[in-house]
């Protein structure tokens, strides 16, 4: 902190520079390339739509009596989008990082913030707040439109159900880690195709790969990241699934874990 003017700034080997310079900096690269928009436009359509059809169809086959409402997550159901919005979501924590490297735009922002550390940590802060924000509104919107949907067939729920609130923010919560993941991994290999390839392989394939193990393995697929970090989206809890809170926090240690990796590479790479 400069004790003279009062604006905070960052300590290092290298020049110092106002952290709100770097935040605002930050910032403008995302807000300024079209993929940022489109990936959020997918993300959103996909979240509320695939929400909105999963949810009718569900109210349909309850009104004929194909279906009851005993033991129905309702909740889940019309948040079911987020698992399509999560690719989007991990996409754009990579391209974040990757698409520097690959313009070459990253020599410049080292040029200007010799901190590595604190220019990870900004690009993190950033990302994760507009990720944040945007899941909640998806999850948000996916719920009303869900419950709105469901609640004529008389199986809707409310944000004042036990565990319902907790889902619903949880959505949220879910993207933006999911979106902090993809921007570690990122960091980690920094080229677009191959760091986008670690991801889906990071998110998915190890329940994919317990899944075709013997059975006395199968428990174990409640510990990987995918299965771990969505129990934050059940109401319904399913047999020997983690708790939400348990699995969401499991699923953070992933992520802490990926972008601690990140910042010691950042440190020891060239650009």
């Not at 349909?60 to 997550?73: A, H, N, P, R």
């Not at 319904?236 to 992933?254: D, E, H, I």
Request: with cysteine; proline share 3%.
């Amino acid at each position: 902190m400069s004790a003279a003017t009062g604006t905070p700034v960052l300590q290092g080997s290298g020049p110092s520079i106002g952290l709100g310079n770097v935040l605002r900096s930050e910032w403008t690269k995302l807000t300024t390339v079209r993929s940022t928009y489109w990936t959020a436009v997918v993300a959103l359509l996909s979240t509320v739509a695939l929400g909105a059809a999963i949810c009718a169809r569900m109210a349909q086959e309850i009104s004929i009596g194909k279906q009851t409402v005993d033991g129905l997550d309702a909740t889940t159901f019309s948040l079911s989008g987020i698992y399509l919005a999560q690719i989007a979501a991990g996409a754009l924590g990579v391209l974040v990082v990757s698409s520097e490297y690959g313009t070459g735009m990253i020599r410049a922002s080292l040029a200007a913030v010799p901190q590595r550390g604190a220019l990870l940590g900004a690009k993190a802060a950033v990302f994760g707040a507009a990720s944040l924000v945007l899941g909640e509104i998806m999850s948000f919107g996916a719920f009303g439109v869900g419950q709105a949907l469901l609640g004529r067939a008389h199986a809707g729920v409310s944000l004042s159900d036990p565990g319902v609130l907790r889902a619903v923010f949880g959505g949220g919560l879910y993207l933006c880690t999911v979106g902090l993941l993809g921007l570690a991994i990122g960091v980690l290999v920094r080229h677009t195709a191959g760091a986008l390839s670690a991801f889906f392989g990071v998110l998915f394939a190890p329940s994919v790969v317990i899944d075709l193990l013997p059975p006395s393995w199968h428990n174990a697929i409640h510990y990987m990241p995918a299965n771990a970090g969505s129990q934050i989206l059940t109401v319904q809890r399913g047999a020997g699934a983690l708790a939400p809170w348990a699995g969401f926090a499991l699923f953070c240690t992933y992520g802490a874990a990926a972008m601690a990796a990140g910042y010691v590479l950042l440190l020891r790479r060239d650009s």
